[in-house]
């Protein structure tokens, strides 16, 4: 439902547009969930904020978002002042209900007041003694480039954008996602065929089998048609100027494979395993044919799901181990690709969970030693990172230290443990984004791409009930309208204003009251990432090599970008 705040919020924005350009900050309209707060956008109205301008040296921009409710919330400051620059939380509106009201009106805002009251106390912030920390800023200490962030558009993702009658609510998803005014995303990862958030499961070429020319697989299927078209109009429409593409296959047809199944215990057999490489080269020429080049492809994903976990793992999977994923990369895909037209192609390896790496390489390294030269990346999921910590990504730094190192998908909700649907507002959950975020770009890693970029209410849809969330859901009772979670804004707060080339600096923060990563960005700007998970406010001096001090009071459980020269 369109609300009076909506209107009221869409009459703002339009004013602020007429009568001094367009509005620096469209804000969100914020609404209450079951878990805490979301931004609801329509075809009407969403919510986007311009990369903020500096008009003097001295000037700094600070990005806030909070528990209780700031989302993207702009303020600007300068260096050197007297006194601290102060973010205040979100409040909520006291709205008074006047005595005529009928009873209905009275339930509802009774209702709303309810919800934020019932929120479990470990979503809530409570009060507290302000603590305090020094962050230093070193600009001339740099590490790792960035290349990116992005999502993931899968099948449900096209299913879901279909079934949006209004083109309108659709662009607000692509620009979101992918505008200036967006996060900001550059990357985007998609299946070579069907993947486990498809409405069935499917490849190119599934007929004729034991077809090793591949004569099938001359134009697009079906469904990427409309894929392609969706995701060609998400870059036109978002403005986003370099979109750089990542493939990966679940599964090649049964025919293929020693069980002759989409799932269970089944390798690609031998005598396919130059069909198998001469698919990927017709896949990346059927999307470049359909004006979508390709940045990059991987040698598939998750390969153990089709070696050991066959038991839970019942969506699409093509097992593999390191020594025959070896011989397939040395022998068959990197001479395939190397040798056509499409030779600087970035190639990754694994695409599976850390817990197999470095291992993973080094047996590679053992069967096949060429075989990793082949590689310009290595691509992990973050599924259980809680439980292997960070040595396994600090170890396959060290043993592949010229290669990229991405996070190619994460979502929660996978877990026994957890709920396997979208926590509509769940604060909790952004935050193990923002942890995880702040982890892996400590530890050198290049890029993120999360995994879908809208869900339904449930976490789907797809053919085998694999739920899970997602940092935007769809209202399919209407599809009039979607939502923002926390986990949106969280991960906007290191895309948006992080672009591809910018350089990890050194930022060493004085106490654990605040975790931190911060970039020096190609227009010679430093964007810094500020996290309190704490109960209590936050006094930060922020102290720059050349710009000097400057101290921020940021609100309890509340994330920040600052942006300056």
Same mark, same amino acid.
């Given at each position: 439902?369109? #609300?009076?705040?909506?209107? &009221?919020?869409? $009459?703002?924005?339009?004013?602020? @547009?007429? =009568?001094?350009? !367009?509005? +620096?900050?469209?804000?969100?309209?914020?609404?209450?969930?079951?878990?805490?707060?979301?931004?609801?956008?329509?075809?009407?109205?969403?919510?986007?904020?311009?990369?903020?301008?500096?008009?003097?040296?001295?000037?700094?921009?600070?990005?806030?978002?909070?528990?209780?409710?700031?989302?993207?919330?702009?303020?600007?400051?300068?260096?050197?002042?007297?006194?601290?620059?102060?973010?205040?939380?979100?409040?909520?509106?006291?709205?008074?209900?006047?005595?005529?009201? #009928?009873?209905?009106?009275? &339930?509802?805002? $009774?209702?709303?007041?309810?919800? @934020?009251? =019932?929120?479990? !106390?470990? +979503?809530?912030?409570?009060?507290?003694?302000?603590?305090?920390?020094?962050?230093?800023?070193?600009?001339?200490?740099?590490?790792?480039?960035?290349?990116?962030?992005?999502?993931?558009?899968?099948?449900?993702?096209?299913?879901?954008?279909?079934?949006?009658?209004?083109?309108?609510?659709?662009?607000?998803?692509?620009?979101?996602?992918?505008?200036?005014?967006?996060?900001?995303?550059?990357?985007?990862?998609?299946?070579?065929?069907?993947?486990?958030?498809?409405?069935?499961?499917?490849?190119?070429?599934?007929?004729?089998?034991?077809?090793?020319?591949?004569?099938?697989?001359?134009?697009?299927?079906?469904?990427?048609?409309?894929?392609?078209?969706?995701?060609?109009?998400?870059?036109?429409?978002?403005?986003?100027?370099?979109?750089?593409?990542?493939?990966?296959?679940?599964?090649?047809?049964?025919?293929?494979?020693?069980?002759?199944?989409?799932?269970?215990?089944?390798?690609?057999?031998?005598?396919?395993?130059?069909?198998?490489?001469?698919?990927?080269?017709?896949?990346?020429?059927?999307?470049?044919?359909?004006?979508?080049?390709?940045?990059?492809?991987?040698?598939?994903?998750?390969?153990?799901?089709?070696?050991?976990?066959?038991?839970?793992?019942?969506?699409?999977?093509?097992?593999?181990?390191?020594?025959?994923?070896?011989?397939?990369?040395?022998?068959?895909?990197?001479?395939?690709?190397?040798?056509?037209?499409?030779?600087?192609?970035?190639?990754?390896?694994?695409?599976?969970?850390?817990?197999?790496?470095?291992?993973?390489?080094?047996?590679?390294?053992?069967?096949?030693?060429?075989?990793?030269?082949?590689?310009?990346?290595?691509?992990?999921?973050?599924?259980?990172?809680?439980?292997?910590?960070?040595?396994?990504?600090?170890?396959?730094?060290?043993?592949?230290?010229?290669?990229?190192?991405?996070?190619?998908?994460?979502?929660?909700?996978?877990?026994?443990?957890?709920?396997?649907?979208?926590?509509?507002?769940?604060?909790?959950?952004?935050?193990?984004?923002?942890?995880?975020?702040?982890?892996?770009?400590?530890?050198?890693?290049?890029?993120?791409?999360?995994?879908?970029?809208?869900?339904?209410?449930?976490?789907?849809?797809?053919?085998?009930?694999?739920?899970?969330?997602?940092?935007?859901?769809?209202?399919?009772?209407?599809?009039?309208?979607?939502?923002?979670?926390?986990?949106?804004?969280?991960?906007?707060?290191?895309?948006?204003?992080?672009?591809?080339?910018?350089?990890?600096?050194?930022?060493?923060?004085?106490?654990?009251?605040?975790?931190?990563?911060?970039?020096?960005?190609?227009?010679?700007?430093?964007?810094?990432?500020?996290?309190?998970?704490?109960?209590?406010?936050?006094?930060?001096?922020?102290?720059?090599?050349?710009?000097?001090?400057?101290?921020?009071?940021?609100?309890?459980?509340?994330?920040?970008?600052?942006?300056?020269?």
């Amino acid at each position: 439902m369109f #609300s009076c705040r909506s209107y &009221l919020l869409l $009459l703002s924005s339009l004013l602020i @547009a007429t =009568i001094g350009g !367009q509005a +620096e900050n469209i804000p969100c309209n914020l609404q209450d969930a079951e878990y805490g707060k979301v931004c609801v956008c329509t075809a009407d109205y969403c919510d986007y904020l311009e990369n903020p301008t500096l008009s003097e040296d001295s000037e700094f921009a600070l990005i806030s978002s909070t528990q209780e409710g700031l989302r993207f919330e702009l303020s600007k400051g300068n260096f050197g002042a007297s006194e601290k620059h102060v973010v205040e939380d979100y409040e909520e509106p006291v709205v008074e209900v006047p005595n005529e009201a #009928s009873n209905a009106t009275i &339930l509802s805002r $009774l209702y709303d007041a309810a919800l @934020a009251a =019932i929120r479990p !106390q470990s +979503e809530r912030a409570t009060p507290s003694t302000t603590r305090s920390v020094t962050l230093r800023l070193n600009r001339t200490t740099t590490f790792q480039r960035i290349e990116g962030f992005g999502g993931s558009f899968t099948g449900a993702v096209s299913y879901l954008l279909e079934n949006y009658e209004a083109q309108a609510i659709q662009d607000h998803l692509y620009k979101s996602y992918y505008g200036a005014d967006g996060l900001g995303f550059n990357l985007m990862r998609v299946a070579m065929g069907g993947c486990d958030f498809d409405l069935e499961a499917w490849s190119y070429n599934e007929y004729p089998e034991n077809d090793t020319s591949l004569t099938n697989m001359t134009k697009l299927d079906d469904r990427d048609v409309i894929r392609v078209e969706q995701i060609k109009r998400l870059r036109d429409i978002s403005g986003v100027e370099n979109l750089k593409i990542k493939g990966a296959a679940w599964s090649s047809p049964p025919w293929m494979k020693t069980n002759n199944k989409w799932t269970g215990f089944g390798r690609l057999k031998r005598e396919y395993y130059q069909t198998w490489a001469d698919f990927h080269l017709k896949w990346v020429d059927l999307m470049e044919e359909n004006g979508l080049p390709i940045w990059a492809i991987s040698t598939g994903n998750e390969p153990l799901n089709g070696i050991f976990f066959m038991p839970f793992v019942k969506f699409m999977s093509l097992g593999w181990t390191p020594p025959t994923q070896a011989i397939w990369l040395a022998d068959h895909l990197g001479p395939t690709m190397r040798n056509s037209k499409y030779k600087d192609i970035v190639l990754f390896s694994n695409d599976d969970q850390r817990y197999t790496s470095p291992y993973w390489f080094k047996w590679m390294n053992r069967t096949r030693p060429n075989s990793l030269d082949y590689l310009d990346g290595v691509s992990l999921h973050w599924y259980w990172d809680e439980i292997f910590g960070s040595t396994f990504a600090d170890k396959t730094n060290e043993y592949l230290p010229n290669k990229l190192h991405i996070i190619s998908e994460s979502c929660i909700g996978d877990k026994p443990w957890q709920q396997a649907r979208p926590l509509l507002g769940s604060w909790a959950r952004a935050e193990k984004y923002a942890r995880s975020y702040l982890s892996h770009l400590k530890d050198g890693f290049h890029a993120w791409i999360d995994w879908n970029i809208i869900l339904d209410e449930e976490g789907g849809p797809n053919y085998v009930n694999n739920t899970v969330d997602a940092p935007v859901v769809a209202n399919t009772t209407t599809y009039t309208e979607f939502y923002k979670q926390p986990m949106f804004y969280i991960i906007g707060h290191f895309s948006k204003l992080v672009p591809e080339g910018s350089l990890r600096i050194e930022a060493i923060a004085s106490n654990v009251n605040l975790d931190t990563v911060a970039f020096l960005r190609p227009d010679n700007k430093i964007a810094a990432v500020l996290f309190n998970s704490g109960r209590a406010a936050l006094d930060i001096v922020v102290v720059d090599t050349i710009r000097g001090n400057v101290t921020l009071n940021v609100p309890a459980k509340s994330i920040h970008t600052i942006l300056y020269n």
